[in-house]
């Protein structure tokens, strides 16, 4: 199983950016996908997911500002990424499936990562 993460760059603060996260290999269907996100020198954490039931989860960071919504034919995930804030600068990473332990989401499948970077 890969995970292609696609879909950063550079945007000014208020200015807005899709991520697309593709699944590839065997005939198989996501239970979970979602993004994580790592800026300099800070953690790894997690921003969103999405089940394939259509249940979602956002960070307080991000509520508002970002929608997560997938196509299961095509095992897809994307992110739409609206009044970005320098803050948001980071590497996103999008995530698959996985177990669960206290309460955090341990994903099983990682993409390689994608740079995002908001100017002031």
């Known amino acids: 199983v890969q995970l292609q993460a696609s879909g950063g760059g550079l945007v000014q603060a208020g200015g807005s950016l899709r991520l697309s996260c593709a699944a590839s290999?065997?005939?198989?269907?996501?239970?979970?996908m979602g993004w994580f996100r790592q800026a300099p020198g800070k953690e790894r954490d997690l921003v969103t997911n999405?089940?394939?039931?259509?249940?979602?989860y956002y960070a307080d960071s991000v509520k508002g500002r970002f929608t997560i919504f997938r196509d299961n034919a095509k095992n897809t995930v994307y992110l739409q990424m609206n009044s970005l804030k320098p803050e948001d600068t980071a590497v996103y990473y999008c995530?698959?499936?996985?177990?669960w332990g206290a309460g955090i989401w341990i994903p099983e499948y990682w993409g390689q990562g994608t740079l995002v970077t908001v100017s002031s």
């Open positions: 290999g065997p005939s198989f269907s996501m239970n979970v």
């Open positions: 999405i089940w394939s039931s259509g249940s979602t």
């Open positions: 995530a698959a499936d996985g177990t």
